[in-house]
């Protein structure tokens, strides 16, 4: 029977051909400043890529897992996600 892969096993899997424009866009940064304190963004995503800085919010785009999830995520819709383009983002390996 196959070993169950950690988290850490897992994303040994995946690496990213980082673009040099971010896919992801925080719309109002005053929204995330001023009506949200939980900053919920920083606990849903898998990668991390939300890290709130003191007064802004830090978007580590080069590490999305593109899972959509802050399409749907963000209480006030205010994160712009789109699919990095062409050749960027993740790639899988298998094995
Ligand atoms: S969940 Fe949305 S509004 Fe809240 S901090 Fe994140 S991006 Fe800003
Ligand atoms: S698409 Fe998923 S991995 Fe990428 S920033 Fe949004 S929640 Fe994080």
């Not at 988290?7 to 400043?33: G, M, W």
């Not at 949200?36 to 080069?62: L, N, Q």
């Not at 802050?70 to 298998?94: A, D, M, S, T």
Request: with cysteine; net charge neutral; hydrophobic share 30%.
């Amino acid at each position: 029977m196959m070993k169950a892969q950690t988290i850490e096993e897992k994303q040994y899997l995946v690496r990213f051909n980082a673009d040099t424009k971010s896919h992801l866009h925080v719309l109002d940064p005053n929204i995330c400043l001023t009506k949200c304190p939980d900053k919920i963004c920083t606990i849903f995503c898998p990668a991390s890529v939300y890290k709130w800085e003191e007064v802004r919010m830090h978007v580590g785009y080069e590490g999305c897992h593109e899972c959509g999830s802050c399409r749907i995520g963000c209480p006030y819709e205010n994160i712009q996600w789109e699919y990095p383009r062409g050749g960027y983002g993740i790639v899988f390996r298998l094995g």
